[in-house]
């Protein structure tokens, strides 16, 4: 079956700094990679998508690669500030018959990030 | 837009006892998921609705477990008689398209 395996936490970071969290996938097909977060307090939220081979997501100076050949989904961000911290999941949505998305997703265990002043 | 309204947002109960979680997703979101979210986990996909009917309860533990969505809008989800290691956060999201968009979560402890 599919799943997703992230880097274990937690992640400390002083602000400015680079930040890196590794995703990796295993899926049949061609699954759709997602990274959601999760601020204190808040329900999870949608950071950014890839759909295919190649394809970078970005957003809020984040972004991440679909890479298949290494089945991963790093997510990066040149410069952490201390409101990026928050708990942050990889995910995949599995594709149906006939390539139609039935929407279902699978989600790593969740890396804590702390970013300090 | 309103987003996905999930009541109660807290709920304690005894073991072998009965609860209750509503969900109202996005209007016109024809799909409706249910997650569990244990404490240092993902999310885990329980249950997948198209309007109302069901597509995906594989992950659902049956004998515990029911969910319905009987008029393809807002749906509840049951536990009956729950057990220690169903305390967790129940996470509702709908979707119209790729993308699912989450309610902020109902956090059940079971004593």
């Known amino acids: 079956g599919n799943s997703v395996t992230q880097m274990e936490g937690p992640v400390t970071l002083s602000e400015e700094a680079f930040l890196t969290i590794n995703c990796t996938y295993t899926?049949?097909?061609?699954?759709?990679l997602f990274w959601y977060v999760q601020y204190p307090g808040e329900g999870l939220q949608l950071l950014l998508k890839?759909?295919?081979?190649?394809d970078k997501g970005s957003n809020k100076g984040f972004e991440a690669t679909y890479r298949k050949e290494t089945t991963s989904f790093h997510l990066e961000k040149g410069s952490v500030q201390v409101s990026d911290s928050a708990v942050y999941f990889c995910?995949?949505?599995?594709?149906?018959?006939?390539?139609?998305?039935?929407?279902?997703?699978?989600f790593g265990q969740g890396t804590i990030l702390t970013v300090h002043p | 837009e309103a987003g996905v309204a999930q009541s109660p947002r807290y709920k304690i109960i005894e073991k072998r006892q009965s609860v209750a979680f509503w969900c109202n997703p996005i209007?016109?979101?024809?799909?409706l998921y249910w997650y569990q979210q244990i404490l240092g986990q993902g999310p885990k996909l329980l249950i997948q609705?198209?309007?109302?009917?069901?597509?995906?309860d594989s992950q659902l533990p049956k004998d515990r477990f029911s969910a319905e969505r009987l008029k393809g809008v807002d749906s509840t989800l049951k536990i009956q008689p729950a057990k220690l290691e169903d305390s967790a956060v129940y996470l509702c999201?709908?979707?119209?398209?790729?993308?699912?968009?989450f309610g902020p979560g109902t956090r059940l402890t079971v004593l």
């Open positions: 999201a709908s979707s119209l398209g790729t993308e699912q968009f």
């Open positions: 209007s016109g979101h024809a799909t």
């Open positions: 995910a995949l949505s599995d594709q149906g018959a006939g390539g139609t998305s039935y929407g279902k997703l699978t």
């Open positions: 890839a759909t295919k081979a190649d």
């Open positions: 899926a049949t097909g061609y699954p759709s």
């Open positions: 609705f198209q309007n109302n009917g069901v597509v995906d």
